[in-house]
């Protein structure tokens, strides 16, 4: 067929071909019609207020439990959003500003007055207020080198860096910091008892990866995790009885040959990882989920009966990572959120919100951003001796 830049001029070797070329064409000029309109419906909805900019950053089936969704952060990797106790502010880190790696940032909770709290040296996680809104305690490397620390090395696969972090606590504004841990090594993922008197963070100082508590002055330590394997992402419940975090604890000689191997180099396989929760004393340890997927990021509601987390446990093995809800006895494991990646989930201290990082509309492979939802409860009934 002997083709002109003309697509009217074509002239076929056969007489149907004309036919194909022009009815592939009227599909697709029918396709781009019904874009059109699609977009000039939803242009004429938002003018008109019938749908709004929030509920389309929804994805379908995540309205049972999300309303009025909101993206406070536009670029770079942001993560791990943590409400201060008035339910007024944000503290979390991110790359935004031209940084290498992660620095910590407040911000109000409808994502204006954004400001960098942290030294701006070195990489910096986990922040969290203290109750009074007045001082933070985050982790940071800066003193051991005010530079980005180096990639982990994933010639072992998909791995993570235990870089050597150390605690600091500083007020709100990033003046006055003070540094309370001093071992070598990996201390971070620190959190506040609600009464504001305690520290739960994880520490490799023991030769492990383990659960500690401490005073606010650094002092008082109390290893809380005894077993083999990495413990973390600990947060206290909101009455200070309960902490709830995540586990991996290897289970055949194989998978302990490797936890070992690599913890010897500092790095970690984040590849699985069960939900747990214990008292505040470290007594009572139960283990809330068995899915061998790897769920992370687990924090109480204000209710004291529901966890949320982040999972891959539908797609296990892979990246994309979803919200999950599931009561303090372990049973109605629910799906809040549906597609992408989504982690990193918290509460407002009145449980009316929800904040979480969330690679939905990302222009790039590594960006997340923080995103703000109104919260629609659903009370289950769980076993009462779970609760206190």
């Given at each position: 067929m ?65 309303a ?56 910096t ?9 007045q ?22 696969g ?75 992402g ?23 040959a ?80 549906f ?46 001796s779970?609760?206190?």
């Open positions: 002997c083709i002109d830049r003309d697509l009217s001029k074509v002239r076929p070797m056969y007489p149907s071909a004309s036919v194909v070329i022009f009815d592939d064409r009227r599909k697709l000029l029918s396709v781009h019609r019904a874009r059109l309109i699609v977009l000039i419906l939803i242009l004429l909805a938002f003018g008109a207020g019938i749908v709004s900019a929030e509920s389309i950053l929804l994805n379908p089936g995540e309205g049972k439990h999300l009025d969704l909101r993206q406070l952060t536009f670029g770079g990797s942001n993560a791990e959003a943590y409400f201060s106790w008035d339910g007024r502010k944000l503290i979390f880190q991110s790359t935004r500003g031209g940084y290498g790696c992660d620095q910590i940032f407040i911000m109000n909770t409808d994502g204006s007055d954004v400001r960098l709290v942290s030294t701006g040296l070195g990489r996680t986990c922040s969290f207020f203290l109750p009074g809104n001082q933070m305690i985050y982790a940071s490397t800066h003193m051991r080198d005010a530079a980005c620390p180096h990639r982990p090395d994933r010639s072992h998909y791995v993570w860096a235990l870089y050597d972090y150390d605690i600091y606590i500083a007020n709100a504004d990033g003046t006055g910091l003070t540094r309370l841990t001093h071992h070598p090594g990996y201390d971070a993922e620190g959190a506040l008892s609600p009464d504001g008197k305690k520290i739960v963070f994880t520490s490799l100082r023991a030769g492990d990866l383990d659960i500690y508590t401490m005073d606010i002055k650094g002092r008082n330590l109390r290893r809380l995790t005894f077993e083999k394997g990495f413990d973390g600990a947060f206290f419940s909101w009455d200070g009885t309960k902490i709830i975090y995540r586990a991996y604890h290897p289970d055949t000689p194989q998978e302990m490797d936890y070992e191997r690599l913890l010897s180099k500092s790095l970690l396989r984040p590849t699985r990882a069960e939900i747990f929760v214990m008292d505040a004393n470290g007594a009572n340890t139960r283990r809330l989920t068995h899915n061998g997927a790897a769920n992370w990021a687990p924090a109480f509601h204000p209710n004291g009966r529901q966890i949320i987390f982040s999972s891959n446990l539908h797609d296990p093995g892979t990246r994309s990572f979803d919200l999950y809800l599931i009561n303090i006895d372990g049973t109605g494991l629910e799906r809040i959120s597609g992408g990646f989504n982690s990193f989930p918290f509460f407002s201290p009145d449980g009316k919100k929800l904040v979480f990082s969330s690679d939905r509309l990302a222009k790039g492979p590594r960006e997340f951003n923080v995103f703000i939802a109104d919260w629609i409860s659903e009370m289950r009934k769980v076993d009462p779970f609760v206190r």
